[in-house]
């Protein structure tokens, strides 16, 4: 008998600790809350459970310390206004433009945050102050090498002129023109040529014991291709 009124006083006191925090929660807030809304945010903090948060609840509205509606199937609970003084039209102007004050410092607050956010991101893709004095260490090491091969090339005796270097162009150019023109002679002629010269080598290749490739190297057939040879652009 002792030990199960001691569990019926801790289930009262556990119910009088919740129906505190609940009406301490809705008098601060002073807005209507639903069982589900008052147990979603108070039970991280206090660890409610929905049961508890109903009952208190229940409780507070049947004592008269707040007001209960039914929408449907639904409750909602909110603090009984005439607890409150009234508030004149002056001063529920003040909190209006206090509120509107509020909403400018959080929008303000919000734009240096997204870009507070932006300059870490960038600065997090940077380079870190040791990576760059190793950066700059490399890059004047290279720059002293390129330094020192362009004098070497500066003094070097054996320059190349203008006009030689003209003459070589032009070589380049006529040889080029050359090759073009004997390719498409030796395109005209393999058309021309292209039947018969497959029938001819279907029919030796029947009688020949190894492949088309290794006929043209024991016969002495080259082309570009086997080179990997192609025409440089001008």
């Not at 556990?14 to 009406?23: K, N, R, T, V």
């Not at 870190?128 to 091969?149: F, G, H, Q, R, S």
């Not at 010269?197 to 086997?226: C, H, M, N, R």
Request: hydrophobic share 30%; glycine share 8%; aromatic share 6%.
């Amino acid at each position: 008998m002792s030990g199960g009124g001691k569990t019926r006083e801790g289930a009262a006191g556990a119910g009088e600790g919740a129906a505190a925090i609940l009406l301490r929660y809705l008098q601060e807030q002073n807005r209507p809350h639903s069982a589900q809304d008052a147990f979603g945010n108070l039970q991280r903090e206090h660890g409610l459970g929905k049961t508890a948060v109903v009952k208190a609840l229940e409780q507070l509205a049947q004592q008269g310390k707040i007001k209960e509606k039914v929408y449907g199937k639904q409750k909602i609970y909110f603090p009984d206004q005439d607890r409150f003084g009234s508030v004149s039209e002056s001063e529920l102007k003040g909190l209006d433009n206090e509120i509107s004050e509020l909403s400018c410092k959080v929008q303000t607050l919000q734009q240096n945050c997204r870009h507070m956010e932006s300059e870490l991101k960038e600065l997090k893709g940077s380079m870190t102050t040791p990576e760059m004095v190793k950066e700059i260490e490399e890059l004047k090491k290279d720059c002293a090498n390129y330094t020192e091969k362009l004098e070497r090339i500066k003094s070097a005796a054996n320059h190349v002129t203008p006009e030689e270097k003209e003459k070589v162009y032009n070589e380049k150019k006529l040889y080029c023109r050359e090759w073009r023109r004997r390719k498409r002679m030796v395109k005209i002629i393999h058309i021309r040529m292209e039947r018969r010269a497959t029938e001819l080598l279907d029919a030796i290749l029947e009688g020949y014991p190894k492949s088309k490739k290794q006929f043209f190297e024991e016969v002495g057939i080259e082309t570009d291709e086997d080179f990997n040879v192609t025409l440089p652009t001008v």
